[in-house]
């Protein structure tokens, strides 16, 4: 379920009401009530997701959910049990239901149902800061000129906030370093065609930073589209790097300048990734695993291992490759005649 610290629900609809708003058929309990959207895999009772992946995986759908979204091709191949609304455009649809159901706290507008924000004496608030209803500051942290911080945000003991900084719809350990320029919580770069061209899908997701965090400046950490992005306790970001939304980053992870981390990325224990390293999407990097400086990784990258190049593999392979390579174009050609 989202986050009511971060967002307000605007009421709930039956599955009839669904179908009804968005012209899509029911198979299952039309007055199922729902309340929240969630992933397929995990969706709950009250709770909506969608599915139109492949047909592989389309037992993964949860059965305890109230609700699918779902094509006609695929209906049929869901758990026996789950409710559907069947559509054309099953992703398009979820997103106007999300929208529908829920809306993000905004900066700036009063949150009455969130309480006073909690700032202790031993906290520092520079000249020009922007704090939002709701929020909670811990102990002797400090923000830094100019920061803005959005309703509902937690922020720990100690911790220190650069410039500059926006963070919203985040929930931020002790000791963490923020340096400054930086965007925590933004929407992530989820996008889907519609009839009119591409939107962006809606983001009802969190940032969760754990204690003794480091993040450098003009980093952007984007909030999971429904689940959480996390990066774990003791982790270091330098300057410019990006991680996409509903990534799941281990602890004491080095990531260096420019690095671009694609949405649902994991990265385990004590990883290593060099200077502008790109990482697709939905690729796990294995615990203690290094990535070489410039390289672009497509597939998983094992525990321990060190992978370089574009495609990524093996660093070994790659110097060979990169030999073989250099090897060849110093072969002069042979003249033949005919």
Not at 105 to 114: C, E, S, V
Not at 154 to 177: H, K, P, Q, W, Y
Not at 216 to 229: E, K, L, N, Q
Request: aromatic share 6%; proline share 5%.
């Amino acid at each position: 379920m989202h986050d009511l610290r971060f967002y307000r629900n605007l009421g709930n609809l039956t599955l009839s009401d669904i179908a009804q708003r968005c012209g899509g058929l029911v198979q299952g309990d039309g007055s199922a009530e729902i309340f929240s959207v969630a992933p397929y895999q995990t969706a709950s009772t009250g709770e909506i997701c969608f599915f139109d992946g492949k047909r592989s995986d389309a037992l993964d759908v949860s059965e305890h959910c109230s609700g699918c979204i779902t094509s006609e091709a695929l209906a049929a191949e869901l758990p026996e049990g789950v409710s559907k609304v069947v559509v054309d455009q099953p992703r398009a649809v979820f997103a106007d239901i999300a929208n529908w159901m829920i809306e993000r706290r905004l900066i700036g507008q009063p949150q009455d149902d969130l309480g006073p924000t909690i700032l202790p004496e031993s906290a520092t608030v520079s000249p020009g800061c922007v704090i939002s209803d709701g929020v909670e500051i811990g102990e002797g942290s400090v923000l830094g000129p100019n920061v803005i911080i959005g309703p509902g945000v937690r922020i720990g003991r100690n911790c220190d906030i650069g410039a500059g900084t926006l963070i919203e719809a985040s929930l931020i350990g002790n000791d963490v370093t923020i340096k400054a320029n930086s965007v925590i919580g933004g929407s992530g770069f989820g996008l889907y065609g519609a009839s009119d061209g591409l939107r962006y899908l809606p983001h009802f997701g969190r940032v969760i930073i754990q204690d003794r965090v480091g993040i450098g400046s003009f980093v952007s950490i984007d909030r999971g589209a429904m689940d959480d992005t996390v990066i774990g306790e003791g982790s270091k970001f330098d300057n410019h790097v990006h991680v996409g939304h509903n990534c799941s980053i281990g602890r004491n992870v080095i990531i260096a300048a420019f690095g671009g981390i694609s949405g649902s990325v994991t990265i385990g224990d004590g990883a290593r990734l060099g200077g502008r390293v790109g990482v697709s999407d939905h690729v796990e990097i294995g615990e203690g695993a290094n990535v070489a400086g410039d390289s672009a990784v497509f597939r998983p990258v094992p525990p321990r291992e060190t992978w370089g190049g574009s495609p990524a593999r093996p660093l070994k392979q790659f110097f060979r490759e990169l030999a073989w390579v250099t090897k060849q174009s110093r072969i002069k050609p042979t003249n033949r005649g005919d």
